[in-house]
C-alpha cells in the first residue's frame, strides 16, 4: 500500500513564524502536490512537483514556498506565518503519466495566532 | 476554465436510504472525473473514477457515470450505511494537464442508524 505520512497532526505557530510542513511518501512517486482544505472551499492547489527540484505553482502560491530535494519528500514552507495561513493541509503523491490517483496523507491542521 | 460545483451539505440519510449527491462541471475538452471520500481525521481517498464520456465508476456500492450532455457525474448509492459517513469530493482532472485536479466544495454525509 501507498503510503503519504505528514509530520505533524496538529501545530500551532505564531504570527511571523516560519513554519515547515513535511511529506514523505514511500512508493517511489514522480508528483507530488501541496493542497490546503477550507470548509466551503474545497481544496485548493499550492505548488506541486513532478520531479527532484522541480517545482510549479498551483492556484494559491502566494505566501508558500516548497522544497524537493529528494523524491520522497516534499516540504511546504510558510516563510512568515500569519493567521489566514490557518488551515488543514493535505499532501498528495502519484506515480508518473497515465496515473490517475493521488494518495492523500492524513493532512496538518495548522493554527496560526 | 475547469471548475467542478457539488450540492452542499450537511445530508443527512437514514440507514438503507438511497444516496445521490450532484456533481456538475465545466471544462474544455476531455477531462477525467473522480469521486474522493474523506472519512473523519484522515485524508482523502479515491472512490471511483471514469475517464470518458457514459463510463461508470463504481466501488463500495457506489457508483457514478459521465454524462457529458448534461456535463455531469452525480454519485448514487443504493443503499447507506452509518459507515458511509463521510465527506465526498466531486473532482475534476483536465484533458492536458495532469498534475492540476479541480475539486468540488464537499458534501458532508451523515448516516443514521
Known amino acids: 500500500d501507498v503510503k503519504v505520512t505528514q509530520s505533524s497532526r496538529y501545530l500551532v505557530k505564531r504570527t511571523g513564524e516560519k513554519v515547515f510542513l513535511e511529506c514523505v511518501q514511500d512508493m517511489d512517486h514522480e508528483n507530488m502536490f501541496w493542497y490546503r482544505q477550507d470548509p466551503g472551499l474545497g481544496l485548493r492547489l499550492i505548488y506541486f512537483?513532478?520531479?527532484?527540484?522541480?517545482?510549479e505553482k498551483g492556484d494559491i502560491p502566494e505566501g508558500y514556498s516548497v522544497s524537493r530535494e529528494k523524491k520522497e519528500r516534499f516540504s511546504l514552507i510558510l516563510e512568515s506565518a500569519s493567521t489566514n495561513q490557518t488551515s488543514m493541509y493535505l499532501c498528495?503523491?502519484?506515480?508518473?503519466?497515465?496515473?490517475?490517483?493521488?494518495?492523500f496523507g492524513p493532512g496538518t491542521r495548522l493554527t496560526v495566532t | 476554465g475547469n471548475s467542478v460545483t457539488q450540492m452542499e451539505g450537511p445530508v443527512t440519510l437514514s440507514e438503507e436510504a438511497f444516496l445521490t449527491i450532484n456533481c456538475t462541471y465545466t471544462?474544455?475538452?476531455?477531462?477525467?472525473l473522480f469521486w474522493y471520500v474523506q472519512y473523519p481525521g484522515e485524508g482523502l481517498q479515491l472512490l471511483l473514477k471514469?475517464?470518458?464520456?457514459?463510463d461508470k465508476g463504481s466501488n463500495k456500492g457506489f457508483e457514478a457515470t459521465y454524462r457529458k450532455e448534461t456535463t455531469s457525474f452525480h454519485l448514487e448509492k443504493g443503499s447507506v450505511q452509518v459507515s458511509d459517513s463521510a465527506v465526498y469530493f466531486c473532482?475534476?482532472?483536465?484533458?492536458?494537464?495532469?498534475?492540476?485536479?479541480?475539486f468540488g466544495s464537499g458534501t458532508k454525509l451523515n448516516v443514521k442508524p
Open positions: 498528495a503523491s502519484r506515480a508518473g503519466l497515465g496515473s490517475y490517483e493521488q494518495y
Open positions: 473532482a475534476l482532472r483536465g484533458q492536458y494537464n495532469f498534475n492540476k485536479f479541480y
Open positions: 471514469a475517464t470518458k464520456a457514459d
Open positions: 471544462a474544455t475538452g476531455y477531462p477525467s
Open positions: 512537483s513532478y520531479d527532484v527540484k522541480m517545482k
